[in-house]
């Protein structure tokens, strides 16, 4: 994958000033942090997940990559590429899902919007829901802190592609492709402001493990109940600024 950067003229026009390698394989989705001083990019074939200097006046690179998160932990993927024999992903028959599901595949990075520490990773190979700790003043995915379920664990796959917050509530929306649902999840912000407050302290971040900042309060089909499942996929979630 290669993320360019393009600087917008008055006109409209784009003059590309410069590009760096993602550090993966089919780079999908790019976060910029609250600083505006790194871009973190997530590659969703081999699921890594890594972090790049930028300037915060100009948007330009400012180095290579400098952090760099593998939640397959350095396996190779399981399933082959769609050149190598492999299924196409764009695809969601029962044979092409059964194949995708045996790899962890980040779709989105998301950074909470209270203390930005903390770095949500909709995993739609392991119908997960990653939370990693994120140093901002270092541009470093320092730990994984938790994983959840994108939805009620029903046995059938859910796909998890995207989270989204409500930019007024303690409340965050995750859409399920392949279950064509939206999962809603309240969010401990007071946890969330102790991890941020520990991070900048350094201190030991063990304490935080194993708990997750989600709590699944709410599951909804998107689908009225007659629709059949297998013609439908979701693709994104998003709410209104003005919160409605």
């Known amino acids: 994958g290669q993320i360019f950067a393009y600087s917008i003229l008055p006109n409209g026009a784009l003059t590309k000033i410069g590009q760096a390698d993602a550090g993966g394989t089919s780079t999908c989705y790019l976060t910029i942090d609250k600083a505006q001083k790194h871009i973190i990019a997530t590659n969703y074939w081999n699921s890594t997940l890594t972090v790049i200097p930028i300037c915060p006046k100009t948007g330009e690179f400012k180095g290579d990559i400098k952090s760099v998160h593998d939640p397959n932990q350095g396996k190779k993927v399981v399933a082959a590429p769609k050149k190598c024999g492999g299924v196409n992903h764009s695809n969601n ?12 595949h980040s779709h989105a990075l998301v950074l909470d919007p209270f203390e930005g520490c903390v770095a ?5 190979g392991k ?16 730990m994984e802190l938790a994983v959840l ?3 009620l664990c029903t046995g059938m796959p859910d796909g998890p592609r995207y989270i989204e917050f409500h930019p007024s509530f303690e409340t965050a929306y995750v859409v399920n492709e392949l279950s064509s ?3 809603v999840f309240s969010v401990d912000k007071s946890r969330l402001h102790e991890i941020k407050n520990s991070v900048l302290a350094k201190e030991p971040m063990d304490r935080f493990k194993d708990k997750s900042t989600l709590t699944l309060v709410q599951s909804i089909s998107t689908l009225p109940d007659a629709f059949p499942k297998a013609m439908n996929t979701c693709g994104r979630v998003c709410v209104h600024p003005s919160g409605r």
């Open 93 to 104: 028959d029962a044979s092409t899902v059964k194949q995708r599901q045996t790899d962890p």
């Open 120 to 124: 949500y990773v909709p995993d739609l």
């Open 127 to 142: 119908d997960l829901i990653r939370e990693i700790l994120y140093d901002q003043e270092e541009g470093k995915l320092m």
């Open 149 to 151: 379920p994108s939805g």
């Open 181 to 183: 649902t939206i999962a």
